[in-house]
């Protein structure tokens, strides 16, 4: 159980946030990303199989499968990046908001963005038990932060893909947020409203 610790907010009003948008590609991807990605996990799935005395319709097979689940793995990644870089978006739209409201200004710290300190909007969305259909907001914000663009999937070795993107994600996001500093931060969610708008292809 974690030790929560809500900044004080004058008042009793609730607050508007921006909406979310979340930029997440639809649960499909065309036939056409489909294929160049099994295209290229058939390279990385090659590599991970021994040779063994196997035969070849069998080799190919467990290949094919290989591939599969490599490329799965892919959309996975892809799909927490950009859940991530719509919570980053929206977490510099809510600093306008912020900036623009006297009772909210000196909430944040004017550090440089993205500050450890916003690490509190991430929280706020849980808090707030925005769904996400399955991504983890943490994993998602640590993958954006660790690329600033979506790599493509010949970029990733198949022992990233399976062992270590969601260490990873996990890992940036936990460097981030633990550099703010040690005062209370967390924003309470009684005290904000948003909509969370999906906008997938």
């Known amino acids: 159980m974690r030790d929560i610790r809500y900044v004080a907010i004058p008042g009793t009003g609730t607050h508007e946030l921006p909406p979310l948008l979340v930029h997440a590609p639809a649960e499909h991807a065309s036939s056409g990303e489909d294929v ?7 390279v990385e799935a090659e590599d991970m199989l021994a040779l063994n005395d196997a035969g070849c319709e069998d080799l190919e ?9 490599l490329a799965e793995q892919y959309r996975g990644l892809l799909f927490h990046w950009r859940w991530g870089d ?10 306008i908001t912020f900036e623009s409201q006297e009772i909210l200004r000196k909430l944040l710290h004017p550090d440089v963005w993205p500050h450890a300190s916003r690490s509190s909007f991430v929280t706020l969305l849980m808090d707030k ?19 600033r663009q979506p790599p493509p999937i010949d970029c990733f070795s198949n022992q990233f893909l399976f062992y270590l993107n969601s260490t990873m994600a996990a890992g940036a996001y936990q460097t981030w947020s633990h550099l703010a500093p040690d005062e209370p931060a967390l924003l309470p969610p009684e005290r904000f409203h948003f909509e969370v708008l999906n906008l997938g292809n």
């Open 61 to 69: 097979r467990r290949k094919f499968d290989l591939a599969l689940q």
């Open 129 to 147: 038990h925005v769904p996400t259909h399955g991504v983890a907001l943490d994993r998602a914000v640590g993958l954006r932060l660790a690329f």
């Open 36 to 42: 160049s990605d099994l295209r290229s996990a058939m």
């Open 86 to 95: 719509s919570v980053l978006e929206w977490v510099r739209q809510c600093e």
